[in-house]
């Protein structure tokens, strides 16, 4: 039975109602077609049918559990590398502030040797200045006057 | 009694007393009485559905897998709609047939589904439905050719373009008649639609079908 038969005797135009007329494909041709679509349809749900459905089932929800392991694996790594930057960002740091105070440290050192050199040294000046022997009264004297012109 | 449906009557039986049709009075039933009656009835109505599950799964599986190509989903949706049936069986007065009924449910479930993941399109990770390819590939080989069966897969697969891209209702109407040859008198009862418009589903199917295969001869 073609497909325009089976609408005959149904109120209306069959060619309206199937879209027969649309095209330039015969009836005899779309009903090979559907027939070949229908044996397709059927062959296919026949075959998943009777396939045990239990590994899709479970590869569904290991899938879940993939996606869930991912995000972890994620997450951990991303823990452990921000982690890690922040430890060696502090690190750093640490190390920054402790050459500062190391160099400020060195600084304030030499800064105190240079004073107590020149303490020294005036302290030298002035003691030797003070201790010269009276042989050399003339000669300081002479050196001072220097000085003062 | 069986109805033209093929199913057991399984109307409430009075505890207190039977009546006939001619209104003659039996003797009170007991409660002992009863009680058998009541699981006598619980189990006709199990294995009633124990039969209808046998006899319609693998067609509502089938029709659930050309509706969604997927055929995970399609199982899921099967067994949905055979727990939906068994929790309602009670309800079914047999109107229509069970096959009617059943395809009813599978696909308002399906309806269901689509606006959910239409609402939740961002749950979904990844969609389990086949290529069009995939779905062509399973034809009979029968006594054909290798070109004609060429021919004939490449066809198949037109003609699953041509479903996807149908209307929902559409599609339920046209997978309905040519795949599942459901009367139209049927697809008006699965679907809710008058036979007018179930007409008018087809004939739009059907002129985009004959359009894919037309066109791209």
């Known amino acids: ?149 | 009694m069986r109805n033209a449906t093929g199913r057991v009557n399984s109307q409430p039986v009075r505890a207190s007393t039977c009546v006939m049709a001619a209104g003659t009075a039996l003797e009170p039933m007991t409660g002992e009485a009863a009680a058998e009656i009541a699981a006598l009835q619980l189990e006709t109505a199990t294995e009633e559905f124990s039969s209808v599950v046998a006899s319609h799964r693998p067609q509502i599986f089938r029709f659930l897998l050309a509706s969604t190509r997927d055929v995970d989903l399609a199982e899921t949706l099967t067994q949905e709609c055979f727990l939906k049936a068994h929790r309602n069986w009670g309800g079914f007065r047999g109107d229509s047939s069970a096959m009617t009924w059943l395809m009813r449910i599978a696909i308002n479930l399906q309806k269901d589904h689509w606006r959910n993941r239409r609402m939740q399109f961002w749950r979904q990770t990844r969609n389990h439905a086949v290529d069009l390819d995939e779905a062509s590939d399973w034809l009979p080989s029968g006594e054909r050719s290798a070109e004609q069966k060429m021919l004939a897969r490449e066809q198949v697969g037109r003609v699953w373009e041509a479903v996807k891209g149908l209307s929902e209702r559409q599609r339920t109407v046209f997978l309905l008649r040519y795949v599942e040859e459901q009367e139209l008198s049927a697809i008006a009862q699965a679907t809710g639609l008058s036979e007018g418009t179930v007409k008018a589903h087809l004939s739009r199917a059907l002129a985009r079908v004959r359009a894919e295969l037309g066109g791209k001869r």
């Open chain 1, 1 to 149: 039975m073609s497909y325009k038969e089976r609408f005959e005797g149904e109120p209306g135009s069959a060619d309206d109602r199937t879209g027969l007329n649309e095209g330039d494909l015969k009836d005899s041709e779309l009903e090979q077609v559907l027939s070949n679509f229908r044996s397709s349809v059927r062959a296919w749900s026949e075959a998943e049918y009777s396939r045990p459905r239990a590994a899709a089932k479970a590869a569904r929800g290991r899938s879940w559990r993939l996606a869930a392991g991912w995000a972890l694996g994620c997450a951990l790594v991303a823990g452990g590398v921000g982690g890690g930057v922040y430890e060696r960002h502090q690190r750093l740091e640490t190390a920054r502030i402790a050459a500062v105070h190391e160099a400020e440290q060195k600084r304030l050192a030499v800064e105190e040797k240079a004073r107590e050199e020149e303490e020294l040294l005036a302290k030298v000046d002035s003691d030797v200045s003070r201790e010269v022997p009276s042989a050399m009264e003339p000669l300081a004297q002479l050196m001072a006057e220097d000085e003062t012109q």
